[in-house]
């Protein structure tokens, strides 16, 4: 069985970018436009890898990772990090809030997809 990933990003041009960028790898994707949207569907779905931006209205990534982190049924599901904010505090927060994976945005597709391919294959808690 193919690993769904979940997509969580307010901005509709990047959500296409990197669901393109992952169906061209194989991978099906679903999308969500907010934090809140993303704990329910993540929660409902069960994705094996979640690719999140950083800066949401609302409820924004950090907080949405660190939900996601108490909930037993996503705490071991690998989270890539994505945002426009390239200095260290945010990567130290990211990575200090659960993301195995840090990138700035504008990043390279075909390096979301090796990091993607990497994370779903050495997650071995996630059948």
Do not use: W, Y
């Not at 193919?2 to 393109?20: G, Y």
């Not at 679903?30 to 609302?58: F, H, K, N, W, Y």
């Not at 924004?60 to 390239?86: F, H, N, S």
Request: proline share 7%; aromatic share 4%.
């Amino acid at each position: 069985m193919t690993p769904l990933i979940l997509i969580v990003d307010d901005e509709p041009f990047m959500q296409r970018i990197i669901s393109a960028s992952l169906k061209k790898g194989g991978f099906p994707t679903t999308v969500c436009s907010s934090g809140e949207q993303a704990l329910e569907t993540a929660a409902r779905l069960a994705p094996q890898l979640i690719i999140m931006d950083m800066m949401m209205p609302g409820i924004d990534g950090i907080e949405t990772l660190r939900r996601m982190k108490q909930c037993e049924a996503l705490r071991d599901v690998p989270v890539i990090m994505l945002t426009a904010k390239g200095n260290n505090l945010a990567r130290v927060e990211a990575v200090a809030s659960g993301a195995q994976v840090f990138l700035t945005k504008p990043f390279s597709p075909s390096h979301l997809l090796e990091e993607a391919r990497r994370l779903l294959t050495t997650n071995t808690t996630i059948p």
